[in-house]
């Protein structure tokens, strides 16, 4: 790929982009959100139109016309969002769009004997082991990730995109991680998570015996959470701390136990009784439950606030503007305008759009369900400032993350989910403070009821 130029409304994505890929290799493609990488991958696939540069594979010319055109070619696609077919099974998921035939039926044993095949293998050792028996065919993998040790482990060379232009190729034992993070944002990071100096204060809510009405769900679950405090909760996946969250907020019923909020009972049986209670909860699939795609940055920004701009039996345009802006400067959103649809934004910077709404609503407790899943490192930077910011005002933060390093350096403790019950909690300065050893505990401690 060389030259690749792409231009949506009001800004440009891709900037003279270039990309080789030899075969047999991984190649790792690095850069912060929004640096154009998603949109380089689409324009290979057939989902974009590049506007200039070319695209060659083994030598010849190409332009893939739909990503069923690139599938027929040889080249597959697996997106970072998971968007699957909801109402079909994980098989028909798999072949989608591909079903092999026989005598002009769709071959169902065939589908099934391949897929069980997948299915093994899911862990992320068995993973690595499937690209590298890849490459050893011959195929050549272009790998994006966030997370460093992955990089570092698994790819063979390392290009680095900023602001929708190639910034470097180097092979990945040349290169150390902070000389991936440097060239990713332009500035030295010496410090992995911001200075935490937030001091807690007095129990805010309590949460006592709390018990989901539908199982499999968080059972018997007892803990406090103080103003100005940041409660991590880990878990290992299925371990319900989703469902914790969901249960306090409303999104999901509560069979049995108390939410008190200064000393207060409160129901929260709908997440729009929970708003008006002081609580926001930002959710994990923020393109499923988070975003409304097709709408602006400015609907996406006020729409869990609207009573605050009634004007009459209107809505006052100039206040929705300047907490629109208010947002875009404060979350550091890389956007062209307010006007944007949000679903041109890239992940990193529509998760800060949703954090901006949820904080125009001025919540006394902030539910944060993986804040910075699939962020780059300097933009998790800014999420965990803005999240030990909010403690340094007094607001209580409880945030799920399966980082445990990040639960680690931003928590003041953490709260261990165990097969929908709550295993321990960690407390910062006596129970965990470096990493290595807590990292063995809250395993432990995640594994206590599975």
Request: charged share 25%; proline share 3%; aromatic share 6%.
């Amino acid at each position: 790929m060389l030259d690749i130029e792409k231009q949506f409304p009001g800004v440009k994505a891709l900037d003279h982009a270039k990309l080789q890929l030899r075969p047999g290799s991984i190649h790792a493609l690095m850069g912060e959100n929004g640096a154009g990488k998603s949109t380089l991958m689409k324009c290979l696939f057939g989902i974009y139109k590049k506007d200039a540069g070319s695209i060659r594979m083994n030598g010849k010319e190409i332009n893939f016309t739909s990503p069923r055109n690139a599938l027929d070619h040889g080249v597959a696609m697996v997106h970072q969002e998971l968007n699957q077919v909801l109402y079909r099974s994980v098989m028909e998921n798999m072949w989608l769009g591909r079903f092999p035939l026989k005598a002009g039926l769709v071959d169902h044993k065939k589908m099934y004997n391949d897929t069980k095949s997948v299915l093994d293998d899911l862990e992320i050792e068995h993973l690595f082991r499937i690209m590298r028996r890849l490459c050893d065919q011959g195929v050549g993998i272009i790998y994006i990730s966030h997370k460093m040790d992955e990089i570092k482990r698994i790819s063979d060379e390392v290009t680095i995109m900023r602001d929708g232009q190639w910034i470097s190729t180097d092979k990945t034992e040349n290169l150390s991680t902070d000389d991936i993070i440097k060239r990713m944002v332009n500035r030295e990071m010496t410090n992995r998570f911001p200075a935490k100096d937030n001091v807690p204060g007095d129990v805010l809510m309590e949460v006592s015996h709390l018990t989901g009405k539908y199982m499999p769900t968080c059972q018997d679950v007892s803990f406090e959470l103080r103003a100005g405090e940041v409660l991590g909760v880990a878990g290992l996946v299925g371990s319900r701390r989703t469902e914790l969250l969901s249960t306090i907020f409303g999104i999901m019923a509560r069979e049995s136990g108390e939410i008190k909020l200064n000393g207060k009972p409160i129901s929260n049986k709908t997440p729009r009784q929970s708003i008006k209670n002081g609580f926001a909860m930002l959710t994990e699939e923020r393109r499923a439950t988070g975003i409304f795609p097709y709408a602006n940055i400015l609907f996406n920004t006020v729409i869990s606030n609207l009573g605050s701009y009634k004007k009459g039996p209107l809505l006052s345009d100039k206040k929705m503007t300047a907490d629109t802006d208010w947002s875009i400067s404060s979350m550091h959103i890389k956007t062209p305008s307010q006007k944007t649809l949000i679903k041109n934004l890239s992940g990193g910077n529509q998760q800060k759009v949703i954090l901006g709404r949820w904080l125009l609503t001025k919540p006394d407790v902030l539910l944060l369900d993986e804040p910075t899943r699939g962020i780059d490192v300097g933009a998790k930077y800014e999420i965990y400032e803005l999240i030990l910011q909010l403690a340094r005002e007094g607001k209580a933060v409880m945030m799920v993350s399966s980082e445990m390093p990040e639960l680690i350096g931003i928590c003041d403790r953490i709260l261990v989910m165990s097969n929908g019950h709550m295993a321990g909690i960690l407390e910062r300065g006596k129970d965990f403070g470096g990493i290595e050893n807590e990292q063995e505990t809250i395993m432990r401690l995640a594994a206590q009821y599975v």
